[in-house]
């Protein structure tokens, strides 16, 4: 199976995207090689913008060249664009609705051996909490350029959150993915696994491995945190009665809190949470992260038994 | 005047011109926070000048247009000051002048610190300190990139240059050669814990500009005179960002409030305060 990190495919993306729309403009702070960015930097250099390695400025900056009327991709780790730069984000692109597409690479524990410093696991929970931020996490390759270009037509602040290492594709070209709308990777009426990013791949091998022993599990691709996609939710539950959540993110304030809010106020059903237990990590393979820190695919096929057994 | 040789010779009547400007202007901020019962008077009377002189002789803006692409912009930085700004809008026709009466309330345009998102004429947010010259860069980054000949004018407070963005904006302002991008210190020496030097010191300021590479110019900020020459020559197109050091008295035209730190924010103008400001302004050089 070919395997390319996100991160790579948002900066292929990026540089097609530049040909097409010179209103695109990207800024990033000195990891260009690493986010993507330097296949855009390349062919537009009047368009790239190297802030060096100070990204409260680079998102200031953002900030600043949206009100001019263009769509600003700035770029860094996931660690620093939501915690760094937080302020930044929250006060000068959200609050002032500013049209500015933060990527993020080296989203939750696919920063790997480069340990907590680099393994962005809180993000998506502190994105999640400032008002008008769309948030987003695809699972491959195929998605990530489909939804860098569904960005650019997107009107306002949004967070695009990446991986550092290569991820299988799960996609093909005719997928149709935008943003807000989740995608049912696989149908079933037993259990409905819901994940995002890097870890759909963990719930389609979870849904085949409980479909070798007779569960039907419903999967879907949640790559739309926020706004998250009631419809598709309430109807696993109803159609389902059961949900497990998976994320490469700390439990609190991510997919797991997002889902769990549409359920309980509409259609509450058993769910369990895969997710980092409110811990940090440390630096290890992914695989070995995954399992240590229970986000492997035989805890999903356990979460989804114990959420079928507690039906009702 | 210090650091670079301003080569402008002022007319005398604009600058009389420019001093009653600042003087309604200065009447209007005490007369707002005193409705408002709370704002920050002193470092809006330090830059009332610096403002008016900007929005009433150099910068090209259309009040019947706000978003006009070519217009030169303004980030209040210091946006805790934003009286000032509130009143020169208000004077060039932005807002009615009923407005005035509304800084602080529920559903104003006139909100405790600047919001873009529902004042028109507010280039930029402010009010959390040390991000306006990043976007202020930002703007200035893309006027380059459009070929438009914009300025983008940046007025700092003192206190928020202890705020490492700052510096991160100024490095890289003077990497992109922003010629288009003039900042303003309004160094009146006063923060709210007491006086910059012993916060947190900020002297040589010039020198430490000069060393990020940047044009200084080192005025009086409440001298007409020498603010509309140093405007006048940083605004020059010169392949480098150019500041402004402009020394200023905090709460410069009212008596009781003229370097008083507590007259920072938080206190409140009653009426007999209001008649006194008034009376100061008006009387005042």
Redesign the interface.
Known sequence: MEKIPTRIAYGQALAELGEENDRVVVIDADISKITGTHFFARKFPERFFNVGIAEQNEMGIAAGMATTGKIVFASTYAVFASMRACEQVRTFIAHTRSNVKIAASHGGLTGTTDGVTHQGTEDMGIMRTIPDMTIIMPADAIATRKIVRELAEHQGPAYLRLTKIPMPIIYDEETDIQIGRAVQLRDGDDVTIIAIGDMVIRALEAADLLDNNGIRARVLDMHTLKPVDKGAVIKAAEQTGAIVTVEDHNILNGLGSAVAEVIVENRPVPMERIGLRDTFAESGEYEELLEKYGLNTRHITEAARKAMGRKL | MKGQKTETKVDSALIERLEQKAKAIRADIVKMIHKAGEGHPGGSLSAADIVTALYFHFMRIDPENPDW?DRD?FIMSKGHACPVWYSALTELGFYPRSALDTLRKLGSPFQGHP???ISPGV???A??LG?G???????????K??KRDYTVYVLLGDGELNE??VW??A??AAK?HLDNLVAIVDYNRLQIDGPTDKVMPLDPLGDKWRAFNWRVFEIDGNDMTQVVEAIEAARKRRGLPSVIIANTLKGKGVSYMEGQVDWHGGKVIDDSLLEIALNDIQGGE
């Open positions: 692409e912009r919001d873009m998102s280039d930029m947010s009010g959390s991000h010259l990043s976007i202020g860069v930002g703007m200035a980054l893309m006027g990139l459009d490492g963005q991160e904006a490095m890289c992109y």
